[in-house]
């Protein structure tokens, strides 16, 4: 086994503790300390035994809890959370800066079983419709497992919490426009097609970001699209093996993403006209009198 290794990236020195062990058996050009047929675990705080120049925000949840986690600002960071076989990133869709008013709504698409990827995207198609009306930019990326992910850059004028009501009235909108091919049921038993989660826009929420590889045999990867790849990508399209030479060729495909920071008034209208109605809050929310529901599957995370 190979001794430890140093690496500077950065302007920073990053000791990688076991370079030799291999994350994906498949893959033997990746060198990682654990590998993706192992256990894992999620894990919000960040470490204790950090370096110092390790930067990290406190964040407080709906259940009264915090944490303090990680803030990658450069490739020095990244490459010390790889040396801990962070796989996947999963951020929160706020700044450093202010925690309290996300600048980012998200749409997550995610089938249910038995559903099959072009399904999903014209489902996608369907919600960039919904954002074009609403004079929203999405931005979409495969999920790197078996969805799709839209970003909507948004002004930080809003909470969580209207956050969360916009992306539930868009959600209603495609169920409205496909409902053959999507719902918005929070309730797993009443789902069909692709559930177009609307709660992954709760605080307490986070989706995996681009380009997070994926623990999949062939180490797939959350990658950003321009909008006329989505009618024809296959999510084995792109992978830790194949997105570098991609990124050379096209560069991201989400670099104006900032550019485009859009407001969700028009959503939190529609909302307002369509009502709470049966859409449960997630975990730690208080629950309220339109959450009780006689016989209803228990809430999942």
């Not at 999620?42 to 406190?58: C, D, F, L, M, S």
């Not at 010390?80 to 698409?109: G, K, M, S, T």
């Amino acid at each position: 086994m190979t001794a430890s290794e140093v690496l500077k990236v950065a302007g920073r020195e990053i000791a990688i503790s076991n370079p030799d062990k291999v994350l994906f058996p498949a893959n033997m050009l990746v060198r990682y300390p654990n590998g993706v047929e192992g256990s894992h675990f999620y894990q919000k705080r960040a470490p204790q035994g950090r370096p110092r120049w390790i930067e990290v925000a406190t964040l407080r949840f709906p259940s009264g809890r915090t944490a303090e986690e990680v803030v990658p600002r450069d490739a020095a960071a990244l490459a010390w959370l790889a040396n801990l076989a962070c796989l996947e990133l999963h951020p929160h869709p706020v700044r450093a800066e202010d925690l309290d008013h996300p600048d980012e709504l998200r749409v997550d698409l995610d089938p249910v079983p038995g559903v099959k990827w072009p399904q999903i995207r014209q489902v996608t198609s369907v919600a960039h419709a919904v954002l074009e009306d609403f004079k929203l930019v999405g931005w979409p990326k495969t999920s790197g497992s078996r969805g799709m992910h839209i970003c909507v850059r948004i002004e930080k004028r809003w909470s969580f919490d209207e956050v969360r009501q916009a992306a539930l009235a868009l959600a209603r909108e495609v169920e409205h426009r496909a409902p053959k091919l999507a719902t918005s049921k929070w309730w797993k038993e009443e789902r069909h097609g692709v559930f177009v989660d609307y709660n992954q826009n709760a605080k307490d929420r986070t989706v995996a970001s681009a380009y997070s590889v994926r623990p999949t045999s062939d180490a797939r990867v959350s990658a950003p699209l321009a909008w006329d790849e989505v009618g024809s990508c296959e999510p084995e399209d792109f992978t830790l093996a194949s997105m570098p030479a991609r990124f050379h060729k096209i560069g991201d495909r989400h670099a104006g993403i900032d550019r485009h920071a859009g407001s969700i008034e028009g959503l939190l209208e529609l909302f307002a006209r369509q009502g709470q109605g049966d859409a449960p809050w997630p975990p730690y929310y208080r629950k309220r009198a339109s959450d009780e529901r006689s016989g209803a599957a228990p809430r999942s995370r």
